[in-house]
Each structure stands twice: as structure tokens, then as C-alpha cells.
């Protein structure tokens, strides 16, 4: 059972690059987020997609965007990335509680 | 707003000996919880939850919490410890019908077992 799937599970940008984090999962669940992880901070929710076609901000949603492509997908794209945006980012899957969570993408922006 | 608090940033315990990772909450309303444990450059894996019914919630590897209403806590407890529950544990809530709203998180609680 693969679950929740995050591409790519490293990588090193430079400032001002762009780059989208793919999120896939094959549980046909409704509801999946985007967190990230930084020390000593614990997880936060940058943004969620209550479903298909909907998506909301969560407590960090500044520099992102997303986009639910399918019920099977969540992307999370950086625009123009900055050292802030340094972090682990976990996506995650729900119906009913609790959620499920991929094993993460480590970004560094330099 | 909700909100957890994870009263330990290091627990250091040797092993064989019990251990207790402390999480308190605050909420207007009810809650459901969560605990979580990260090994190092992994994902989170759910140790446990509580939705509703009894307050006493055992998990995977031997791990149990205890929601308590009245003090908005719910600890993690373990008899006896072993060096593979090195890790990183994280304590979590959110509300049951509040949509898809997602889980706020403590800071995380490193549990280190010393041999």
C-alpha cells in the first residue's frame, strides 16, 4: 500500500526559484494538506482541500500556492522561493480522522 | 482557536523505566486528539487517538494516553521503554465536525533512551 506519495523527497533551490511539491494518494480520501516542519516549531498547516476543487488557507499560507488537480492530487507550488521557506514539508489525507501522512519533502532554498 | 502545548522539549529516560510525554490543550469546544511519533528523517506515524467513548486510548509498540477533560490533557504513558522508541512525539487536536479543517500541533516532545 503506497498511501500518501511525496515527490520529489529532496531538493536545493536558489532565491527567486520556482518549484511545485506533488502530493498523490491512492486511499480515494476526500480531505488533504500541505504542513511544513521547521525545529522546534512542530507541524503547521499552510493549505487544505476539503475536496475536489476547493482549497483554503491554513495557519502559514504566505509564498504558496496550491492547486487540487484531482481527487487523487495536491500540489504545492513556490512562486518565487525564499531561505524562510527552508523546511521538511509533509502532505497529508483524511476522511474521517486521522489523517495519513506522506514521508516528506526536504527543501532547502539557498 | 485551538492550541496544544507540549510541556517537554527533551525527556531523557534509560531504558526499561516508564515514561510519561505531557500534552495539554485549550478549545471552546470538543475535541478530538492525537499522538504521533517521527523517526529521525521519516514521516508521522499515529501512535494513538481519541474520538470519543473511554478516556483510556491504547496504541501501537505499547504506548497509552489518557484524555482528561478537566485538566485539557491527554499524556502519553509507556511501562518500559526500549532504545527503538527513540523518536520525536507529537501531540495533536483538532474538531470533530469542523470540516476539513487540519491538526494543530505541539512543538514535539524528543524522547531519549538511554541504554
Known amino acids: 500500500n503506497a498511501g500518501v506519495t511525496q515527490t520529489p523527497k529532496f531538493q536545493v533551490l536558489k532565491t527567486g526559484q520556482s518549484m511545485t511539491l506533488q502530493c498523490a494518494q491512492d486511499m480515494n480520501h476526500n480531505s488533504m494538506y500541505w504542513y511544513r516542519q521547521d525545529p522546534g516549531m512542530g507541524l503547521r498547516l499552510i493549505y487544505y482541500s476539503a475536496s475536489e476543487g476547493t482549497t483554503d488557507k ?24 525564499a531561505p524562510s521557506q527552508t523546511s521538511v514539508y509533509f502532505c497529508a489525507s483524511s476522511d474521517t480522522p486521522p489523517q495519513h501522512f506522506g514521508d516528506g519533502t526536504r527543501l532547502s532554498i539557498l | 482557536a485551538q492550541s496544544v502545548t ?53 496504541g501501537i509498540n505499547g504506548f497509552e494516553a489518557e484524555f482528561n477533560k478537566s485538566q485539557t490533557s491527554f499524556h502519553l504513558r509507556k511501562p518500559s521503554v526500549h532504545i527503538s522508541d527513540t523518536a520525536e512525539y507529537f501531540c495533536a487536536v483538532s474538531e470533530p465536525g469542523g470540516g476539513a479543517d487540519g491538526l494543530t500541533f505541539g512543538k514535539g516532545t524528543h524522547l531519549i533512551i538511554q541504554p
Not at chain 2, 16 to 25: I, K, T
Request: aromatic share 12%; proline share 5%; charged share 20%.
Open chain 2, 6 to 58: 507540549q510541556l517537554d522539549s527533551q525527556v531523557p529516560v534509560f531504558e526499561e523505566a516508564p515514561v510519561e510525554l505531557r500534552c495539554n490543550y485549550s478549545s471552546s469546544v470538543s475535541v478530538y486528539l492525537f499522538w504521533y511519533v517521527q523517526y529521525p528523517n521519516q514521516g508521522l506515524q499515529l501512535l494513538l487517538k481519541y474520538l470519543s467513548g473511554s478516556t483510556l486510548v491504547k
Open chain 1, 58 to 81: 491554513g495557519e502559514v499560507p504566505n509564498g504558496y500556492n496550491v492547486s487540487r488537480l484531482n481527487k487523487r492530487e495536491f500540489s504545492l507550488r513556490l512562486e518565487s522561493a
